[in-house]
Nanobody, 127 residues
Framework: EVHLVESGGGLVQAGGSLRLSCATSGFPFDENTIIWYRQAPGKEREGVSCISNSDDDGSTYYADSVKGRFTISSDSAKNTVFLQMNSLAPEDTALYYC??????????????????WGQGTQVTVSS
């Protein structure tokens, strides 16, 4: 059974940092793509960052709004993907979800329809 569990969210002041984790199980971690999305109240869900863990790919992708501030990485020993978020701003406030897409490469940008989702972790940035 596939599971994705996010953690690491919280309340932080503008300019601060958080590291989100996405712990996965139930599928071959090294062969698949993990994508972080976020959704703020009253707004559509948007892609944040993507990492393809397969040996032939290993690509990453970032939304323009987070480039240079967020870094995605993966630890195959722990089947976990991390999202390091620096220089946080109030507009980063959202519920952050990780997802897995079994047939997607980050070289193509964000997935339109990931196969499984986590429950989300809340990030709140105060001004």
């Amino acid at each position: 059974e596939v599971h994705l569990v996010e953690s690491g969210g919280g309340l932080v002041q503008a300019g601060g940092s958080l590291r989100l984790s996405c712990a996965t199980s139930g599928f071959p971690f090294d062969e698949n793509t993990i994508i972080w999305y976020r959704q703020a109240p009253g707004k559509e869900r948007e892609g944040v960052s993507c990492i393809s863990n397969s040996d032939d790919d290993g690509s990453t992708y970032y939304a323009d709004s987070v480039k240079g501030r967020f870094t995605i990485s993966s630890d195959s020993a722990k089947n976990t993907v991390f999202l390091q978020m620096n220089s946080l701003a109030p507009e980063d406030t959202a519920l952050y979800y990780c997802s897995v897409d079994f047939f997607h490469s980050c070289a193509n940008g964000f997935s339109v329809s990931p196969d499984y989702w986590g429950q989300g972790t809340q990030v709140t940035v105060s001004s």
